[in-house]
């Protein structure tokens, strides 16, 4: 009988693991249970199909479940697992017919992230959302249908900004909540100043330094926001306070920061036989710490999947690629209307947590030649260690072109370069696309100056 | 008396040098001799002025000679050098008033590179011309000033594929004349083709495997281009042939690719004492190869007049910085129209040349995620080493970002990477910006496959 192999989440990490298993194995089972009913969608892509950029939610889904049927992937759909047995290799699931129990020869735990749901009063209003998967993108939609007009958004990361943006893209009043002095908490506040200062462009509200202490309602619907200083109004509100991993179907894995599952760089979870997991339920090496971290993000769950699959069909007999999860230098890359933002590495207090004596220095530039048309202005921010010299983080925001210059920092980082080291590569330049220091190398110049301070030592 | 620096050349790589010293050396005296009436200007910039998409050819000009005087340069316009006498410290040079000899006790040699103008019938005819320095882009613009609507460029390298783009953006008639298959000969046939459908699109006549063999003349004017083929009216030719390093100053230096200068890392001549070059003079390291090759670009000259500067600071009793010039891998970026253009590492050619086994492959992906309003078409060609799987060279065309993707790849190169290791590198991810896997990475997966055919192992 072929071996069967079981992925539970029909997202990118479990999709990918099983595709890979399926193309690299002659004689194998592969069953796949996804809670909901889409697979490999880009959960991503949800607030701009809220948002009215995107037609429709089918326009996210890669590979629909037919789809992957058609290659021979046994996709149960409205399948939630609720037990697994590790020792007896079995795992319980139920679906509209009642509760199942299947054996596994290889199980994949691809089961995603939960919202944060805080708890505060009447956060069970009607019009209040989280935005994590498609069910909650057509919740969204819905309410819009309705009379709507104050939208306030609780959280100013990734997913509150985006949301923030849509629905002002709507036509909505909209207020964004923070708990920090700026926005978007994963960049420096030299950057989250430049967010607000495009939020205010943008004619959306922003409140810093506020906290939310319940919700307004009435006849069970939200009517406002609470925080210690005062009411916002709201007819909808998403609360973006991040999402945490769903492990809890394997209590005995081991875990780490937010309870995610730790893994192996082929993505096996630590103490268990024959069961792998990836995406954002599992925590990843962060290169330049050496922590397990955990960044829910879509490129890692479809490199940590591709890992798990091609790790799994080897067990299975297949010829191993050598492929590894190498880690992750926390990359990451949004957009507020025309700004554009992106990081890399660590914040000025992450280094000093891991130990590193950082020095940081921020930078004005531009996004082409100075004299060329369509220039727009482009912020940085660098951060490097004061004995090594090495490059920690980088961060920047602008105009067109701004954000994809962290691709150029990432890989700095990722290969260990020091300031001086990044300042000499050969990176592209012509007036259309860059001043002839790209960003990334006046930012890694700026560090330079920063470190000679006071030493006499020339930068 | 203070030590005297003197700097044949007052542009990127020149000024950049006679700038570090002038800052790091308290007690000195710099001297520029600049055969022209500007400094520091962006000759990248040229091509743009004529198109008219930059007003003044002013806005090119980074640093005027009265803002380098003000810092204490003495600057000295018009002033052409004649001979350098290496053992005598001594360099000739004319100006206005005649010819004048200069003692130095540190020389910097920034004399650039010139147009080559092929020896051809006719090619001294008015209406012929090569662009390298803003007189050369006064004389284009004059021209145009008359009854001027069939434009012939001669060659498609960058600054001939930049004055298509000039001339077809003004009105005029225009056609391409190419020796090889495809345009833009730096970049492989497979994206040369993308570059031929643009221009196409944006109707420039694309005139390829043609050797012009001289041009018709009427009263002196240029009337057409000749090639084997055939003729080709013209009221305005550009000869872009490239540039050849004006090197012959120095007849006993050390001599590489093209005649251009050998230096060390710090930029010192080699065999010479107290002898400096910079910029499209020398010949610079690949680092893939180790070969010393011609690369006439501004990001260069201004990273190496900073070595040479710090060098000559160090040699005149200032802290030296430490910084060399490391060499390059060939990252180069240009737009024709709207379509951006980069290549970076070795061609399949060159890469067979020196020695490597490559392998070849090509995608096409898009620039945004897929689903994702104004995604745009994207080409890219990878090439890789078959026996180590080392990166060796990528290249791309394709709709707006498409260009800057390329300096990710650079940095893979400039650190060695192997295709499989820049697969799993952590390159930024979001729908405006990327599929969830980046460009550079699917070109990186391509390799692996390709790299895979045959041996049974999974890529």
Sequence with gaps: MAPRVLVIGGDAAGMTAASAVNRLVDDVEVVVLERGTYTSYSACGIPFWIGGEIDSCDDLVARTPEQHRERGIDVRLESTATGVDVDARTVTYTDAAGEHTLAWDRLVVGTGAASVRPDLPGIDATGIHTIKDIDDGHAVLDALDGDVRRAVVVGSGYIGMEMAEAFAGRGLRTTV??????????????????????????????????????????????TSVQTAEGEHEADIVVVAFGVTPRSSLLPDAQKGMKDGFVTDDQQRLTGLDDVWSAGDCVVTLDRLTGDLVHVPLGTHANKQGLVAGESIAASLGA?????????????????????EIARTGLGEQQARDAGFDPVVTTIETTTRAGY???????????????????????????????????????????????????????????PPFSSVWSPIQVVARALTK?????TGRPA
Tied chains: 1, 2.
């Design 319 to 339: 010829t191993w690629s050598g492929r590894t999860f190498p880690g992750i230098v926390q990359t990451a890359i949004t957009k507020f209307c025309d700004l």
């Design 372 to 430: 060329y048309p369509g220039t727009e202005s482009m912020h940085g921010l660098g951060i490097a260690d004061r004995s090594t010299r090495r490059l920690l983080g980088v961060q920047v925001a602008g105009g067109a072109g701004s954000g994809l210059r962290i691709d150029a920092a990432a890989m700095a980082l990722w290969n260990g370069l020091t300031v001086d080291e990044l300042v000499m590569t050969d990176l592209s330049y012509a």
């Design 450 to 454: 920063e470190l000679a301070a006071g």
């Design 177 to 222: 909540i923070e708990r920090e002095s700026t926005p978007l908490p994963i960049v420096e506040d030299h950057i989250g100043e430049v967010i607000a200062e495009a939020m205010g462009r943008f004619g959306v509200e922003l409140v810093t330094e506020a906290e939310v202490t319940g919700f307004g309602t009435s006849d069970g619907r939200v």
